[in-house]
């Protein structure tokens, strides 16, 4: 939504980079909390191996967290090292999120991943580049794009915006 219009959605999603020991620290303190967090084990064994965020549920307050760990090299060590500091006008708040570009790179892999049955996807990058299109780093996303296998994807999406 930074990167964009802004729109209701269901959850955050937050990127982490962080080893077991932090991760145990952080199901303790999310416990502590009373909050539902999932359990170490379930991260460790199930989320984290088949690439799947794991969840942090407040249902007193009805908020989402997916917890995305990411690795330090590759494409997420990539754009966890350009990621931006951004303030929010209205509310004064401060938080760091993926540069549009990486924003765009993972929801064309996640559309992919889906085999093409979740249309949000490419339907919040088509938002993306009528805000910060003309701004993209095309090189970078063309590399990233090519290395995990989007290229084609990448590349129908930005004709469709060029001929707008």
Do not use: C
């Not at 209701?8 to 990127?15: G, H, K």
């Amino acid at each position: 939504m930074v990167y964009s219009e802004r729109r209701l959605t269901v959850d955050v999603d937050i990127a982490l980079l962080a080893g077991v020991e932090q991760l145990a620290q952080l199901v303790e303190a999310v416990n502590a909390w009373q909050i539902y967090i999932a359990p170490l084990e379930a991260i460790l064994e199930e989320d984290i191996p088949h690439g799947l965020p794991f969840n942090i549920y407040d249902g007193t307050a009805g908020t989402k967290a997916d917890m995305f760990v990411v690795q330090s090299t590759g494409f997420s060590g990539s754009a966890m090292g350009r990621r931006q500091r951004i303030r929010d006008e209205q509310s004064d708040l401060e938080a760091w999120f993926l540069a549009p570009e990486d924003v765009i790179l993972y929801k064309l892999d996640y559309f992919r991943q889906s085999q093409g049955t979740s249309q949000k996807h490419t339907k919040d990058i088509t938002k993306m580049l009528a805000v910060v299109g003309d701004q993209l780093d095309q090189a970078y996303i063309k590399h990233w794009a090519s290395e995990i296998g989007i290229l084609e994807l990448w590349q129908v999406l930005w004709d469709e915006f060029q001929k707008d």
